[in-house]
C-alpha cells in the first residue's frame, strides 16, 4: 500500500511541483465593462454605473448583448485579428517558454483558436451585469498590450451592431421617404404642367371668374340705363343722353361677345371643359394623396429615428487594463495542493476498487 501511494501518488506530485518551479510565468491584464445602450442615459449621467458597481442591472445592460461580446472574444475572427497583428507565435511560441505552455510551432488555425480562449478568459457577472475580461502573456507588457488590442476591437464590434441595428430601420424608412418624396414632385409638376397648358391656375376659379364678370356688366348695364331713363324724361335733351345710349351699347357688345364666349365653349366644347376638369381634379388629387403620404413617411422616418436611437450600444467601461507587476499564473503552490488532492483521491479509490475485487475472488 505504501509503496503504490510512493509510486502514484508522491512521484506524479513530485514531478508536478518541480515542473511548477520551472514554468513560465504568464501574466495577466484585465477590464471591466458594461454593455449599455442609450436608453440608460435618461436617468441621469453617472446612475448607471453606480447600478452596475451595487448590483442594480438597468435596462440598458442587456445580457444578450453581454454574451455576444463574449462569444465575440472567443472568435475566429478576432483570433486572426490578433495573429496578423502580432502573430500568434511571437506571442505564445517563443523558445523561452516552457514546452507545455508554449503554442506548438505547426499548429493550425484551429489549434490557435483553443490557445487563444485558454489565454484570454471571460466572465458575466449576471447580477450587476458587468463582463469582466482578463488576457494572459507572457511578458506585463505584452499582456497590457494585448488586452488594449482585445478591448479596442470590442469596443468597433459593439459599435458596428449598433450601427447594424439602427440603420436596418432607419434606412428603410428614409429609402420609403425618397420614393414618397420623388412621387410628390412628380404629381406637382406634372398639375404645374397641366395648367401652364391650359392657361389656367385653376378651371374652377376660371369659370367662376367669368360669370362674376357676365353679373358685373349686367349690373353696370342696370345702372346706366336709369341714368338714361332720367335723361329722357327732360325736355331738351341733351349730348349726355346721346354719350350714355352708346356707353350702353358698348357694354351690352362687351356682355354680348363674353356670353357668346362661354355658349361657344359650352357647346362646342364642353366636353373638353368638362374634360379639363375631370383631369384637374384628378392631379390636384393625386398631388393630395402624395402630400399625405410624403407627411406619413416623414413620420415613420422619425419614429424609426428614435426607434434606433434606443437601439444604440455604447461600452461602458470603468477598469482599464494595466502593466502587472507580478505574475499571476502559474499559481504554484495551489496547483500542487490541487494536484495532491486529486491524484490522492484517484489513488484511494482505485486502491478501494482493487481490494474489494480481491477480497470477492477470496
Do not use: C
Not at 475566429?76 to 505552455?101: C, K, S, W, Y
Not at 397641366?194 to 367662376?208: G, K, L
Amino acid at each position: 500500500m505504501l509503496y503504490s501511494f510512493l509510486l502514484f501518488v508522491i512521484l506524479p506530485v513530485s514531478l508536478f511541483a518541480i515542473y511548477s518551479v520551472f514554468a513560465t510565468d504568464r501574466y495577466a491584464a484585465g477590464s471591466s465593462f458594461v454593455v449599455r445602450s442609450s436608453t440608460s442615459n435618461s436617468g441621469g449621467g453617472g446612475g448607471e454605473l453606480l447600478d452596475s458597481l451595487t448590483g442594480s442591472v438597468s435596462s440598458g445592460s442587456t445580457k444578450s448583448d453581454s454574451y455576444i461580446v463574449r462569444r465575440y472574444i472567443e472568435s475566429p475572427d478576432l483570433v486572426r485579428e490578433i495573429d496578423q497583428a502580432f502573430g500568434m507565435h511571437n506571442l505564445f511560441g517563443r523558445d523561452t517558454i516552457d514546452l507545455f505552455q508554449r503554442l506548438p510551432a505547426d499548429a493550425t488555425f484551429e489549434d490557435k483558436i483553443d490557445y487563444w480562449n485558454r489565454r484570454a478568459l471571460s466572465t458575466y457577472d449576471h447580477t450587476t451585469g458587468i463582463l469582466t475580461l482578463e488576457v494572459q502573456a507572457y511578458t506585463a507588457d505584452e499582456a497590457k498590450v494585448l488586452a488594449d488590442f482585445v478591448m479596442e476591437h470590442i469596443r468597433n464590434f459593439v459599435n458596428d451592431l449598433s450601427r447594424s441595428a439602427r440603420m436596418t430601420s432607419y434606412d428603410f424608412a428614409l429609402r420609403e421617404l425618397e420614393v414618397a418624396e420623388v412621387k410628390l414632385n412628380e404629381a406637382q409638376a406634372l398639375l404645374t404642367a397641366f395648367r401652364v397648358e391650359n392657361r389656367i391656375a385653376d378651371p374652377s376659379m376660371s369659370a367662376n371668374r367669368d360669370d362674376m364678370l357676365v353679373f358685373e356688366l349686367n349690373r353696370i348695364i342696370m345702372e346706366e340705363r336709369a341714368n338714361l331713363s332720367v335723361l329722357s324724361e327732360r325736355p331738351h335733351q341733351d349730348f349726355n343722353a346721346e354719350q350714355l345710349r352708346r356707353r350702353i351699347i358698348a357694354l351690352e357688345m362687351q356682355r354680348d361677345q363674353l356670353r357668346e364666349g362661354i355658349s361657344d365653349t359650352q357647346s362646342s366644347g364642353g366636353t373638353i371643359t368638362a374634360e379639363i376638369m375631370n383631369d384637374y381634379e384628378e392631379l390636384a388629387l393625386g398631388v393630395e394623396i402624395a402630400k399625405l403620404r410624403y407627411m406619413a413617411m416623414l413620420e415613420s422616418m422619425e419614429g424609426a429615428r428614435r426607434e434606433a436611437d434606443r437601439q444604440q450600444r455604447y461600452l461602458a467601461v470603468f477598469a482599464e487594463p494595466y502593466a502587472a507587476e507580478e505574475a499571476a499564473y502559474p499559481r504554484r503552490i495551489i496547483n500542487v495542493l490541487i494536484a495532491f488532492v486529486a491524484i490522492t483521491l484517484i489513488w484511494a479509490i482505485a486502491s478501494f476498487v482493487i481490494q474489494m475485487v480481491r477480497d470477492h475472488q477470496k
